[in-house]
């Protein structure tokens, strides 16, 4: 048994035990939690395996079917978040007015709309309005509904165990989406007798009729969209848990049939907004949550410039689903519950801060040579990468007769401090934003927290295709450069507008203690 071979097992081993630990200590912590929080995790696996796999393929779809290039596919992912933030406003509130059960049935009819659409339609006029809307509507309505829900099915005490379980169960979601991802580009890849690969976008034949590589990803992820409506059976309307920590069924505001209901409800939706964004305190909140977006835009990045980025600098056969999208949420699932121990007894606002500081300053690492670190291919490391995790190379001999490019290391490396900052700032931003908000104005205190992204999308859509034609262009025949030696410099502007958070966090202390002492006057 070689060295690779025993870390992948006992340290494998090792890691599944953990893993099942940490499931254990959060379950045990929520003991009391209603039977509905558990199905509704069961959805949320589901529904973010969907939506991770898709997110990765959107930008490489939107040019390899729609015809779409580097600005113009960015320019449009910009369009669609922006609405989907829109649509995030409203949602929220919406979740205060007609109770999670109906909102999750909302979303999840839009979802099989818009993905029944992104299957088979490529012209992006038509699948924006068909397609994109509707995606919008139906994912947007998500965040909130987990936030209020959590929050409802948990105790003041429990509360932190809620978001944090959540968040391992997000992440492992994302892990496996990123992998499908990669396996379903893999299987209808079309390569020549010599192993090329000639078109990585030929798909297949599905009753007579032709879906390229992305369609079938959208095909598989639809399907798994109508499954997982039946879950939403089993969760009870009006179900919360009391501070004493017991299970109880407020009754729901009755609004109603049809277009009534429809006006009653958009009545008292609109009635929640206008309350809410009168609050002074409101506007302290959302200059709060303002300053964290140039980090949390990072995750935009890497959705919508890293697949095409990495394409191109790593070569078509790279697996970009595992190298971010699965090695990113694994190590989240295991350091956010050592980050917390480590950091239980550290002011939130000092964890903000040096959180976002790693994360930020991560984005420069890809400055150092790929070459000064090749020789870490011909490593125990170099096998457990491109053998075992990314599945490059079928054995060590085949990794070193042809080795890739050095590249990777940098980006691993970069990936890897961006996720250990990541670990420190976002399970406490996200508890923060949902403990936050004030009793009955949950989901509208969240929904508008997505307030300050209108700004940071607006530059982080048309930046993203930007980067691209500057860095690693293709060429007029949509063909990839032999070497892009300046590809390093996308990262640096993404770290550039990344680092404006801590900054922007020292400068602003003051008004998070004013946050800090309203909320422990409230009781919150």
């Not at 035990?17 to 912590?29: D, P, Q």
């Not at 980067?467 to 410099?489: F, R």
């Amino acid at each position: 048994m070689s060295l690779a071979d025993m870390i992948v097992y006992f340290g494998g081993t090792g890691f599944g035990i953990i893993f099942v630990a940490i499931i254990w200590n959060y379950l045990k912590g929520l003991k009391q939690s209603p039977r509905d929080m558990w199905i509704l995790f069961a959805y949320l696996v589901v529904t973010y395996i969907a939506y991770s796999s898709q997110n990765y393929s959107l930008t490489l779809w939107l040019s390899a079917d729609c015809g779409l290039g580097d600005v113009a596919a960015g320019t449009y992912i910009t369009v669609w978040s922006i609405l989907l933030s829109m649509v995030g406003m409203v949602a929220g509130a919406l979740v205060d007015t007609i109770g999670i059960k109906r909102t999750l049935f909302f979303s999840v009819t839009f979802l099989i709309i818009a993905r029944v659409s992104l299957t088979f339609i490529t012209d992006p006029t038509l699948v924006f309005i068909v397609g994109f809307i509707p995606f919008a509507i139906g994912f947007a309505i998500v965040s909130p509904v987990i936030s209020v829900a959590i929050k409802r099915f948990t105790t003041k005490e429990s509360a932190a165990l809620g978001f944090g379980l959540f968040y391992v169960i997000m992440n492992a979601a994302y892990a496996v989406g990123g992998i499908f991802f990669d396996k379903v580009r893999a299987a209808y890849i079309l390569k020549d007798e010599a192993g090329k690969i000639i078109n990585d976008n030929a798909g297949t034949l599905v009753f007579g009729y032709h879906l390229s590589t992305y369609q079938m990803l959208y095909l598989f992820v639809l399907i798994m969209t109508v499954a997982s409506v039946a879950l939403l059976f089993f969760i009870r309307p009006g179900v919360e848990l009391d501070e004493k920590g017991d299970v109880v069924v407020k009754p729901l505001i009755d609004h109603g049939s049809g277009l009534a209901a429809i006006k009653s409800a958009a009545v008292k939706t609109a009635q929640m907004l206008k309350s809410v964004v009168s609050e002074k305190y409101f506007w302290i909140f959302i200059s709060i949550i303002g300053l964290t977006i140039f980090v949390r835009m990072v995750f935009f990045q890497f959705h919508y410039t890293f697949p095409k980025y990495g394409l191109r600098v790593l070569g078509l056969d790279a697996k970009i689903g595992a190298i971010y999208g699965v090695l990113n949420p694994v190590l989240i699932i295991f350091l956010v519950p050592l980050a917390a121990l480590i950091t239980k007894k550290m002011e939130s606002y000092k964890l903000l801060v040096v959180g976002s500081i790693v994360s930020a300053c991560s984005c420069f690492i890809v400055l150092i040579p790929g070459k000064s670190l090749e020789w870490v291919t011909d490593t125990v490391l170099g096998e457990l990468i491109f053998v075992r995790l990314l599945g490059n190379f079928p054995t060590v001999e085949a990794l070193r007769a042809n080795p890739p490019t050095p590249d990777y290391w940098p980006l691993i490396l970069f990936i890897l401090v961006f996720t250990i900052g990541e670990a420190i700032w976002s399970p406490k931003l996200m508890q923060f934003t949902a403990e936050i908000a004030p009793k009955g104005k949950e989901g509208t205190y969240l929904a508008l927290a997505i307030l300050p992204f209108f700004l940071a999308k607006l530059i982080a859509g048309p930046m993203s295709g930007l980067l691209l034609n500057a860095y690693v262009p293709v060429g007029p025949n949509k063909e990839i450069a032999a070497s892009y030696p300046d590809h390093p410099m996308v990262w640096v502007w993404i770290g550039g507008m990344a680092i404006i958070t801590p900054i922007g966090l020292l400068l602003m202390k003051g008004l998070f203690q004013k946050r800090e002492d309203h909320a422990a006057a409230a009781g919150h």
